[in-house]
């Protein structure tokens, strides 16, 4: 079963979420520290010119540099990542927008991963919403209702009066009857 768990960077790279909703480490990479530098000239410059008020010249450098960093940030934001995201995903051979490899569990490991709540005996809370799912997974997804039964009984033997488990307890007394 693959972790589907985050996992805190060790190297001490930073972490964002990209546009599509993934997770990507973000060194210190060159267009940061060129935003950084255009953005600190900018503010530099503007106060050089504020003190020297003769020379308007400060002034034109100082909305050089805030165009620059202005026009940095429009081109790596709306042409370079995405032109870069999509080549990327054209040289791995998947889709736009589609998850990496891996990222969705399939069925299987899904099944795997709550079951593993079940026996490893995890909070009650963990427990009973494991037993859920994996109650409509075996009776609905899997077609299997004797396994699916199977569940019940087990979270009900452990948490007989648990108000959240009160759906399996009817649908199981509707079986007896």
Same mark, same amino acid.
């Given at each position: ?12 790279a ?16 060159v ?55 999509? #080549? ?5 051979? %998947? =889709? ?6 891996? !990222?969705?569990?399939? $069925? +299987? /490991?899904?099944?795997?991963? #709550? ?5 490893? %005996? =995890? ?6 919403n !494991?037993?859920?799912? $994996? +109650? /409509? ?12 039964r199977?569940?019940?009984?087990t ?23």
């Amino acid at each position: 079963m693959r972790a589907r768990f985050d996992v805190p960077n060790v190297d001490g790279a930073a972490v964002r979420w990209t546009s599509s909703g993934y997770r990507q480490s973000q060194q210190v990479r060159v267009s940061t520290a060129v935003r950084g530098i255009l953005g600190t000239a900018t503010v530099v410059l503007l106060l050089v010119a504020l003190l020297v008020r003769d020379d308007p010249r400060w002034f034109v450098l100082s909305g050089t540099c805030g165009m620059l960093w202005w026009g940095w940030d429009l081109l790596m934001e709306h042409v370079v990542t995405p032109v870069g995201d999509w #080549l990327m995903s054209v040289i791995t051979g %998947g =889709a736009l927008d589609s998850p990496p490899p891996g !990222a969705r569990p399939n $069925l +299987e /490991e899904t099944i795997e991963y #709550l079951e593993g709540h079940l026996e490893r %005996g =995890a909070s009650p809370r963990v427990e009973m919403n !494991a037993a859920i799912r $994996l +109650e /409509e997974i075996y009776r609905t997804v899997k077609q299997d209702p004797e396994r699916a039964r199977r569940v019940v009984d087990t979270i009900l033997e452990r948490y007989p009066d648990a108000p959240k488990l009160k759906r399996l307890r009817q649908a199981r007394e509707s079986e007896i009857v």
